[in-house]
C-alpha cells in the first residue's frame, strides 16, 4: 500500500478510498460500523485510515445515517461527590461506545429549567439523553419525553418512577446503616435527612423508619438538611443537645461531616457518647476523625449502567426496562460502637 501525501489538506473520505483500493461505499460503511465485511477489506481501509489521520465528519455522517453519535447529559449538584462521580463515568462510558456527549450543567434543579435543558439537547439532535438529577421535577420531565422519540434515562434509586431508570438500591442501603446501629444495641437512633424532594432523600428516610418499625421502635422525628455540610452541622448542634439519642443515621456523608463537627465542639464523644453513620463513601470519609462508617454506593458503575441502558433503547427492540438497581455495600469504620452503658452529659465534669 503506498502513502498518499495529502500536504496541509484534510485527508477526506476519497483519499481513504484511493489508498485502500477500495470504492467510497465501502469505506463509509467500515466508518458506520457495518456488519458483513470481509476481514481483510476491513483491514486495509483501517490502515489507511491511520496513515492518513482521517477523521470522520460527524455532520456528514449522520446525514448518512441519520444518527448524530451524540447523547445528552443533564446534571446538577456537580459540587458533590456522587453526581459528579456519575457524571466522569456516564462521559467515560459514553466515549468508549463510540457516542459524545453534549452536557447542561444546572445550578438549579426546576421543572422550567428541566425543560429548557431537554428542548436544548433536542434541537442538537441527541439520540437520547441521560438526567443525572433524581428529584420529583426530573422524573416528570422524563415521564413526558417517553412518547418524545428521545429516551430518558434518570439516574435514581427507584424502579416504580420512570421508564428508564439506574441507581442504586438507597433503600437497601438505609436498611443496612440503621440495621447496623440496631445490631450495636442501639435503641434511639435519630436520622438527618436529605430533602425530600429527592427520590433518594426519601427512600434512604423510608428505610431508616422501616428498620427501627420491624425492631419494635417508634422512630423520632427526623431533622432535614439540604445535603450540604453547614446543614448537618445545624441538626448535629441539636442532636448534641438531645442525651437520649446514642446513634445518628445521616443521608450523606457531607452532612454527616457537619454532625461529627458539631458534636465535637459540644464535647459529645464520637462513637463512644454517640455513633455516626454515613452514606456515600467519599473519598475523605475513611480519613475524618474518627473515621466514618458509611454506606458505599458504586457511582462509577452506575454511569456504566445508564449507557448500557441507552444502548438498549436505541436497539432495534426499542426501550427496555431499567432492571434491577445496584446493591449498595457498609463499610464499617470507627465513628460506630455498642450503646454506652449510660448517656454522658458534658456539662458535667467527669
Given at each position: 500500500m503506498s502513502v498518499v501525501r495529502q500536504g496541509d489538506r484534510t485527508p477526506v473520505m476519497a483519499d481513504v478510498a484511493r489508498l485502500?483500493?477500495?470504492?467510497?461505499?465501502?469505506?463509509?460503511?467500515?466508518?458506520?460500523?457495518?456488519?458483513?465485511?470481509?476481514?481483510?477489506?476491513?483491514?486495509?481501509?483501517?490502515?489507511?485510515?491511520?496513515?492518513?489521520?482521517?477523521?470522520?465528519?460527524?455532520?456528514?455522517?449522520?446525514?448518512?445515517?441519520?444518527?448524530?453519535?451524540?447523547?445528552?447529559?443533564?446534571?446538577?449538584?456537580?459540587?458533590?461527590?456522587?453526581p459528579s462521580t456519575i457524571h466522569r463515568a456516564v462521559q467515560g462510558a459514553a466515549r468508549d461506545a463510540g457516542y459524545f456527549v453534549s452536557a447542561v450543567d444546572l445550578a438549579e434543579v426546576t421543572r422550567g429549567s428541566l425543560a429548557e435543558a431537554v428542548e436544548h439537547l433536542r434541537d442538537q439532535r441527541v439520540e437520547a439523553i441521560v438526567m443525572n438529577a433524581a428529584n420529583d421535577e426530573s422524573i416528570e420531565i422524563a415521564r413526558r419525553q417517553e412518547t418524545g422519540g428521545v429516551p430518558v434515562v434518570v439516574v435514581e434509586g427507584d424502579l416504580s418512577r420512570a421508564g428508564l431508570t439506574v441507581g442504586v438500591d438507597q433503600r437497601a442501603g438505609a436498611l443496612l446503616a440503621a440495621e447496623h446501629l440496631l445490631g450495636l444495641g442501639h435503641t434511639r437512633i435519630a436520622h438527618v435527612a436529605g430533602p425530600q424532594e429527592w427520590t433518594e432523600a426519601r427512600a434512604r428516610l423510608?428505610?431508616?423508619?422501616?428498620?427501627?418499625?420491624?425492631?419494635?421502635?417508634?422512630?423520632?422525628?427526623?431533622?432535614?438538611?439540604?445535603?450540604?455540610?453547614?446543614?448537618?452541622?445545624?441538626?448535629?448542634?441539636?442532636?448534641?443537645?438531645?442525651?437520649?439519642?446514642?446513634?445518628?443515621?445521616?443521608?450523606?456523608?457531607?452532612?454527616?461531616?457537619?454532625?461529627?463537627?458539631?458534636?465535637?465542639?459540644?464535647?459529645?464523644?464520637?462513637?463512644?457518647?454517640?455513633?455516626?453513620?454515613?452514606?456515600?463513601?467519599?473519598?475523605?470519609?475513611?480519613?475524618l476523625l474518627p473515621a466514618l462508617t458509611t454506606v458505599r454506593q458504586d457511582f462509577a458503575a452506575v454511569g456504566r449502567r445508564a449507557i448500557e441502558l441507552?444502548?438498549?433503547?436505541?436497539?432495534?427492540?426499542?426501550?427496555?426496562?431499567?432492571?434491577?438497581?445496584?446493591?449498595?455495600?457498609?463499610?464499617?469504620?470507627?465513628?460506630?460502637?455498642?450503646?454506652?452503658?449510660?448517656?454522658?452529659?458534658?456539662?458535667?465534669?467527669?
Open positions: 485502500a483500493g477500495v470504492s467510497l461505499q465501502t469505506v463509509s460503511r467500515v466508518v458506520n460500523g457495518a456488519p458483513h465485511l470481509r476481514p481483510a477489506t476491513r483491514a486495509k481501509v483501517e490502515e489507511a485510515i491511520a496513515q492518513l489521520g482521517y477523521r470522520p465528519n460527524p455532520a456528514a455522517r449522520s446525514l448518512v445515517t441519520r444518527r448524530s453519535g451524540t447523547i445528552g447529559l443533564i446534571a446538577t449538584k456537580s459540587e458533590f461527590y456522587g423510608d428505610g431508616w423508619r422501616t428498620a427501627l418499625h420491624v425492631a419494635g421502635l417508634r422512630p423520632p422525628e427526623p431533622l432535614t438538611g439540604d445535603w450540604t455540610v453547614a446543614s448537618g452541622y445545624a441538626a448535629g448542634r441539636r442532636l448534641a443537645a438531645d442525651l437520649g439519642v446514642t446513634a445518628v443515621f445521616v443521608a450523606n456523608d457531607h452532612m454527616a461531616i457537619g454532625v461529627l463537627h458539631a458534636l465535637h465542639e459540644a464535647g459529645r464523644a464520637v462513637p463512644d457518647d454517640l455513633s455516626v453513620v454515613g452514606f456515600d463513601d467519599l473519598p475523605e470519609s475513611a480519613y441507552l444502548q438498549a433503547a436505541l436497539g432495534p427492540g426499542g426501550p427496555a426496562p431499567g432492571g434491577r438497581l445496584l446493591r449498595p455495600e457498609l463499610v464499617r469504620r470507627a465513628s460506630t460502637a455498642p450503646v454506652p452503658d449510660s448517656p454522658r452529659d458534658p456539662r458535667r465534669t467527669p
